[in-house]
């Protein structure tokens, strides 16, 4: 059941990445349809978030897999997306990239510096020799880990938020 659950935050990784990098293309062109930016980028970036924080939430309370304090924090970032996403999108307002942008961002430094230490463990970091910040509990693919996961998670809400502010429509 483990296996199956990390196969499919590998392949969710996948997709958010797509969403991330289809959208991205869009704003650099200026070219975000009325459909997205009205109707689907808030209620795409609250599921995001809420998938983030449930599939953290199964990690480390079914599979067991202990968070590191770097992982407290990626989930610091995260977790109050879904409340802030879900009731922009519910409102409709367009503003919310004013918060969801900055708080995504630092949880994507966040992810990075992670991932870096993953990487390079000789690097230290403010790792617990409990839960140690360079422990690879999934690499789904050879290459999406935990905190490539949350990273993926963040850009694609920092573009769907980007791409649902009004200044999307020129």
């Known amino acids: 059941m483990i296996d199956v659950v990390d196969r499919l ?8 990445i797509v969403i991330a990098v289809a959208t991205l293309v869009l704003l ?4 975000v349809p009325s459909w997205l930016r009205d109707e ?3 209620p795409v970036a609250t599921a995001v978030a809420t998938v983030a924080t449930l599939g953290s939430l199964w990690m480390s309370e079914v599979a067991g897999y202990p968070p590191c304090i770097l992982c407290w924090y990626q989930r610091i970032a995260m977790y109050p997306l879904v409340v ?7 409102r409709r307002d367009a503003q919310v990239w004013r918060t969801a942008v900055p708080i995504a961002a630092i949880g994507s430094a966040i992810s990075i ?8 463990p000789a690097l230290g970091g403010p790792c617990d ?6 422990v690879r ?6 290459v999406f880990t935990l ?7 963040f850009a694609a809400i920092i573009v769907l938020s980007l791409a649902a502010r009004p200044t999307a429509r020129r």
């Open 9 to 16: 935050a590998g392949l969710l990784t996948i997709v958010a």
């Open 28 to 31: 650099v062109r200026g070219r």
């Open 40 to 42: 689907i980028a808030l």
């Open 84 to 90: 802030v996403l879900g009731v922009a999108a519910w």
């Open 113 to 120: 510096w992670h991932l870096v230490i993953e990487r390079n």
């Open 129 to 134: 020799p409990e839960a140690p910040c360079a």
């Open 137 to 142: 509990w999934v690499e789904e693919f050879g």
């Open 147 to 153: 905190p490539a996961m949350a990273l993926a998670g």
